[in-house]
């Protein structure tokens, strides 16, 4: 059962360049979300989506762009990396945003020098 | 500002201690949920509390969701050193997860 797949799993972006991480999910699940999570601390929402071609911002959107063609991929852009961004980036599922479990991902590390 | 906040940040006690974490909001939840995450991986649910004034238990756990559904706490009893880890209380507003800012909990044996 291979649940949220998330690549890369660790990336070394320089200052500018771009990147796209992904994110594919088999539950056919409706709600994806794409969170990032600073050291020893919680997870910021970046951007969400409810369905295919449905997408949203969250708390922290600036400097990343999402596309949700297809119900399985949730696709992260960011487009001119800064130093900021540097964090681990996790991808979750849920059937709804109610009362289900999120399922996550394993996590990409990425380091912008 | 966080939506939900936790406390205390960090926690670290001996094996067999009793510790209680607090999750707080200014804002009513229809659910809070509560996360343990090692190093390396990703948030694995461990309870959801639906109704206010609600108590769960799973083995030494005990999780509690507020009268007025703006807050939760988690008590562990008799602590142990499997039990280190990062606990994240979560919960849903408007189709989104907004998650705490984490209580990092190390026991010491």
């Known amino acids: 059962n291979a649940g949220v797949t998330q690549t890369p799993k660790f990336r070394i972006l320089k200052i500018g360049q771009s990147m796209t991480l992904q994110c594919t999910q088999d539950?056919?699940?409706?709600?994806m979300y794409w969170y990032r999570q600073d050291p020893g601390m919680g997870l910021k929402l970046i951007y969400y989506s409810v369905g295919a071609g449905i997408t949203d911002k969250g708390e922290v959107p600036n400097g990343y762009n999402v596309s949700r063609s297809t119900t399985e991929d949730f696709p992260l852009r960011l487009e001119l990396a800064a130093p900021s961004q540097t964090s681990v980036y996790f991808c979750?599922?849920?059937?709804?945003?109610?009362?289900?479990?999120?399922?996550f991902g394993s996590g990409t590390q990425l380091s912008v020098l | 500002t966080q939506l939900l906040e936790q406390s205390p940040q960090f926690l670290s006690i001996q094996e067999g201690e009793n510790l209680t974490v607090y999750c707080n909001s200014s804002?009513?939840?229809?659910?809070l949920q509560w996360y343990r995450q090692e190093p390396g991986e990703g948030p694995v649910l461990l309870v959801t509390v639906v109704t206010g004034g609600e108590v769960k238990k799973l083995k030494r756990l005990t999780f509690q969701f507020g009268d007025a559904r703006k807050d939760s706490s988690l008590h562990i009893t008799a602590a142990q050193p499997g039990d280190t880890g990062l606990y994240l209380c979560a919960g849903p507003r408007f189709n989104k997860f907004y998650f705490g800012s984490g209580t990092k909990l190390n026991v010491k044996p």
């Open positions: 539950m056919n699940h409706n709600y």
């Open positions: 979750a599922s849920s059937y709804s945003s109610l009362n289900e479990k999120l399922f």
């Open positions: 804002s009513v939840f229809s659910s």
